[in-house]
């Protein structure tokens, strides 16, 4: 797919366990970060959010939890299946005067072994 | 399918040529953003739209690039005297307006190979 890279971080997990990817971002300003999948041959599909003033915040299957101090953003999927499999990435709303532009991370890959 | 499409899906050129994409976005969005994207790495800013109007374009955006939504709907983003380096994906994604950043929704992209 056009996001598989040969420098690309990758996660192996076995199928049922859990899944953390992370993330670091350098905007202190940014007030609102997302995460993606993207799957071979797609464009980013939206997981879940954050706001600034939030910590953590849960969806079905997945966390995120956010460290402002560090800077430092993570995906928890729990009970991985392998419609997981795909790579994740991180974004930060860097837009002024709303236009809610993305800055996006590094994508990490995750491939889910049956 | 109610979702943004992008056409061509696929686009080989030689150096030199221009190249033209198109981006249909979800019917009613008001917003619609370009972002390009190289192997391995995550998408990058281009340009945005407010409807008709190009309301902010990032430093990758050279003279030799150029976008338009002229009715306020579709999108086309062209390419002029391709060079190898502008071998990448280009995304669209669309989303309403007053919404936030995660209401954008990505086309599958375009992608270009300059041969």
């Known amino acids: 797919g056009e996001s598989v890279g040969l420098h690309l971080p990758t996660l192996s997990v076995q199928e049922g366990d859990n899944s953390i990817i992370n993330c670091a971002y350098s905007n202190s300003a940014s007030d609102y970060f997302i995460w993606y999948k993207q799957e071979s041959g797609k464009g980013p599909q939206f997981i879940i959010d954050i706001r600034s003033n939030m910590d953590k915040r849960q969806g079905q299957r997945v966390t995120v939890l956010l460290n402002k101090t560090v800077k430092h953003l993570s995906l928890q999927i729990a009970a991985t299946q392998p419609g997981d499999s795909a790579v994740y990435f991180c974004a930060e709303n860097s837009g002024r005067d709303g236009n809610n532009r993305l800055a996006f991370g590094k994508g990490n890959q995750v491939v889910v072994i049956p | 399918d109610t979702g943004v499409s992008q056409n061509p899906r696929h686009k080989i050129t030689k150096r030199g040529q221009n190249v033209t994409f198109r981006c249909d976005p979800i019917s009613e969005h008001n917003r619609l953003y370009w972002y390009r994207q190289t192997l391995g790495q995550g998408p990058e800013f281009l340009t945005y739209?407010?409807?008709?109007?190009?309301?902010?374009k990032s430093r990758l955006l050279s003279d030799r690039f150029s976008a338009e939504r002229p009715k306020g709907s579709f999108s086309t983003l062209e390419i002029q005297r391709t060079e190898q380096g502008d071998s990448a994906m280009y995304l669209c994604?669309?989303?309403?307006?007053?919404?936030?950043?995660?209401?954008?929704?990505f086309g599958p992209g375009t992608r270009l190979t300059v041969t």
């Open positions: 994604a669309s989303s309403p307006m007053l919404t936030g950043p995660h209401e954008q929704y």
């Open positions: 739209f407010q409807n008709e109007a190009q309301l902010e």
